[in-house]
């Protein structure tokens, strides 16, 4: 496609999101465990943003954010919260431009407490969905051989058990919406369109299909530097990644069936791919499991803007240090679609990191990082922020945590938070006065320590 045929039809865009995959389990990121061979090439075709974090590490704050570019004080503070139906998300902005907007898997965000039952079959009234036009989901499931579904509306209204592994049979739903669109553009009354493909996997339990799966024995997983050397915590963590790698090259998998759908359908050379996730996962790290803590393992996650346009017409590739964070995720969509951000949108738009056409402007040399609710591994409220040249800074109320130098100690063996020598105490200040700026930035109400 030429320069000036491209500028004259609107850009679609698809989000795939996996659940708890940590942004060092790539191999294009250099986890030496997983092959991801379609993930990797949409990182050598496009923006791979290696400074990525998940500014709160737990399902519902993020979709929350990732949705609206709220922060989640302002909008899912925490682990079943429901997203305020009268709150405006990314899909009634695309709608608002004429897109087709479509969400397709996990949601998570209807506020349903697991207490009650099993939140699979908990469903979600078409008010609270968000604003997309076409949505077939469910608000949460821990089970992929077991995942129910539901959608539509009065006596079109469907609630049934997908008939395969979860991931397989999501992607084999998107790449149908993919296949009408693309037949409706060639029609020519087709819409430009915004969809989301959500899967649960990698999230624990940590089963995969058998080919993907026989590909990983926990006997041969190399761990990371910070797994401590605790039998029961290497044991443990070996057989969790044996599984959790096999989830991920099924993803990468699908991945690839997505691209060639794309292909196929002639929407690729107009369709931006953002590739993410919505937090990582310890897997033994510092002898901790799962999310919720501001290590790198649970914060960082993989964020990679690519599509076939990669090879003409103005679009960047490579690496960017950009301190992307779950708010500027729908900034940065609507970006890329040539949509400037509305102004209750909190977030910062990263699209000119990919497309030359879109300026870069002023970007945060900082990211902020929160969990307003004590939850998971943490049993109080912390906030932090982690910078461009590798700080990291996290405290509770009245006291200090963590401060570690990710330059020099990039898998945070040695925690400089209250060592008065050298560096550190002045740089524990200065970061102490750049979390407070962010406090006060987003209407934060939390009380950092008296230096």
Known sequence: MNRSKESSVKSNVIWILGDQHRAQALGCNGDPNVSTPNIDNLAAMGVNFVNAVSGFPLCCPFRGSML??????????????????????????????????????????????????????????????????????????????????????????????????ETDELTNLFTVYLEDMG?????????????????????????????????????????RTNVPAIPKVQEKARLDLSGYYAMIENLDWNVGKIRRTLSECGLADNTH??????????????????????????????FIISGETAFYNGRKTGKSQAMMNHVDIAPTTLGLCGIDKPGWMEGTDFSGHRLSSRDVGEQPDSAFLQSPTARGNVDKPWRGIVTKDGWKYVCFEGCSWMLFNLKEDPYE?????????????????????QLVEWIHKTGDRFQVPVS
């Open 68 to 165: 609206t570019s709220r922060y989640p004080h302002n909008c899912v503070p925490g682990h079943e919260y429901q997203l305020p139906p009268e709150q405006r998300t990314i899909a009634n902005e695309f709608n608002d431009h004429g897109y087709h907007t479509a969400y397709f898997g996990k949601w998570h965000l209807d506020g349903y407490q697991e207490k009650l039952g099993r939140a699979s079959h908990h469903i979600i009234p078409p008010d609270r969905r968000g604003g997309f036009k076409q949505w077939v989901g469910y608000e949460n499931n821990n089970s992929q051989w077991d995942c129910w579904v539901h959608g539509g509306e009065g006596e079109s209204a469907f609630h049934y058990r997908l008939p395969g592994y």
């Open 183 to 223: 037949q409706k553009q060639k029609e020519g009354s087709g819409e430009p369109f915004f969809a989301v493909l959500s899967v649960q996997p990698p999230h624990n339990p940590y089963i995969s299909p058998e080919e993907t799966r026989k590909r990983h024995i926990p006997a041969n997983v190399q761990l």
């Open 273 to 302: 791919i953002v590739f993410f996730s919505d937090h990582g996962d310890m897997h033994g790290s510092h002898g901790q499991y799962l999310k919720t803590l501001p290590y790198e393992e649970s914060i960082r996650v993989p």
């Open 413 to 433: 063996l040695v925690n400089q938070a209250h060592n008065p020598q050298g560096v550190y105490a002045s740089k524990r200040k200065e970061l102490q006065e």
